[in-house]
T-cell receptor, first 113, second 115 residues
Framework: DGGITQSPKYLFRKEGQNVTLSCEQN?????MYWYRQDPGQGLRLIYY???????QKGDIAEGYSVSREKKESFPLTVTSAQKNPTAFYLC????????????FGPGTRLTVL | QKEVEQNSGPLSVPEGAIASLNCTYS??????FFWYRQYSGKSPELIMS????GDKEDGRFTAQLNKASQYVSLLIRDSQPSDSATYLC???????????????FGAGTQVVVTP
């Protein structure tokens, strides 16, 4: 099956810990994105990558880091510098054509204990 | 001023009626517009994309775009209880702006279809 997978589905973090969220796609999409969603709010862009080995900061990149070593994978690390990391994290990918459509994975719900 | 604005709702719609959702955007050069449906606790699902002025129909959904007035709307005909969800409007940034390469999302409109 083609699609976008995210793991884990739920993640609990103690304060001061770094955690890494996985995002994998087998759609052969060039572009990948990470968003954060807080209750009752829209999506905010954390980082995005339009090509392997290149990525750009989104609107709320502080306290997060990413890598794009393979086309299929775009992991997100939530560092201890992120003061309020409890949120729903969504990964998306796009074929990178002029249509600009993005498709989302199922999400990871992160809770800080 | 938010770049993409939607009424938060909830929009209550009787079953079988038409739900009308509106979205305005500030980036005049934007060329790509999307509607996503998000059920509670789930990720957004792309339901409509529209790129040129006018109407685009797909099943019970119709997207309408008016670039001169900078608004995009979504109509849901014959609304069903399964249409109860939050609908997100998204706009792809214009090439001449810092938003190029990114989707700007509205906060979403909650739709509740009552039997």
């Amino acid at each position: 099956d083609g699609g976008i997978t995210q793991s884990p589905k739920y993640l609990f973090r103690k304060e001061g810990q770094n955690v890494t969220l996985s995002c994998e796609q087998n759609l052969n999409h060039d572009a990948m994105y990470w968003y954060r969603q807080d209750p009752g709010q829209g999506l905010r862009l954390i980082y995005y990558s339009q090509i392997v080995n290149d990525f750009q900061k989104g609107d709320i990149a502080e306290g997060y880091s990413v890598s794009r070593e393979k086309k299929e994978s775009f992991p997100l690390t939530v560092t201890s510098a992120q003061k309020n990391p409890t949120a729903f994290y969504l990964c998306a990918s796009s074929p990178g054509t002029s249509l600009n459509e993005q498709f989302f994975g199922p999400g990871t719900r992160l809770t800080v204990l | 001023q938010k770049e993409v604005e939607q009424n938060s709702g909830p929009l209550s719609v009787p079953e079988g009626a038409i739900a009308s959702l509106n979205c305005t955007y500030s980036d005049r050069g934007s060329q790509s517009f999307f509607w996503y449906r998000q059920y509670s606790g789930k990720s957004p699902e792309l339901i409509m994309s529209i790129y040129s002025n006018g109407d685009k129909e797909d099943g019970r959904f119709t997207a309408q775009l008016n670039k001169a007035s900078q608004y995009v709307s979504l109509l849901i005909r014959d609304s069903q209880p399964s249409d109860s969800a939050t609908y997100l409007c998204a706009v792809f940034g214009a090439m001449t702006t810092d938003s190029w390469g990114k989707l700007q999302f509205g906060a979403g409109t909650q739709v509740v279809v009552t039997p």
